[in-house]
């Protein structure tokens, strides 16, 4: 009898992905929901700028969403799925009535900084593990992330 699941990882190894991925999921799923209400409740001069670009970026986020839970599942685990979880396990707070365009804008940095750190986390776990699928995520996102803050912060001055 093997101790590796059906793609080629210890099982140790795929659970331990599994749950540093469910508290990453966790955390992109409030994530996903403050950037969308940054979308909603934006005001000020550069609303329609900022509008047509929290959009753009809620959106990538929920795809997001999706890939990661289904690499959860590929590992042979389950996903969290309900909010109360997600409120348990996550280090992205909630960020309510946010209405000034920098304000948001800086909750999407601060949002993004600890999505990177979380997913450095991931990418080292998954490498001991041998996971190239979950680095090869993981890496991904990082990378476009990291050019996303360097716009942001660009956009902020």
């Known amino acids: 009898m093997t101790d590796t699941n059906s793609i080629g990882l210890h099982e140790s190894s795929a659970s331990q992905l599994a749950e540093k991925l469910n508290h990453l999921l966790a955390n992109y799923q409030i ?13 000020g001069p ?30 042979g685990h389950k996903p969290v799925h309900a909010y109360s979880d997600y409120i348990g396990m996550t280090q992205i707070q909630e960020d309510k009535n946010v209405q000034d ?13 600890t999505l990177i750190e979380l997913q450095r986390e991931v990418l080292a776990l998954a490498s001991d593990a041998d996971d190239e699928g979950t680095a090869a995520q993981a890496g991904d996102y990082i990378r476009e992330q990291e050019k996303t803050v360097w716009m942001l912060n660009a956009y902020l001055g």
């Open 31 to 43: 994530f996903y929901m403050n950037v969308r209400g940054y979308h909603w409740n934006v005001r």
């Open 46 to 75: 550069h609303f329609f700028e900022l509008h047509n670009k929290f959009e753009e970026l809620y959106t990538d986020l929920l795809t997001k969403v999706d890939e990661v839970a289904e690499r959860i599942l590929t590992l």
């Open 101 to 113: 365009g920098e304000a948001c804008v800086r909750g999407i940095l601060k949002g993004y900084q």
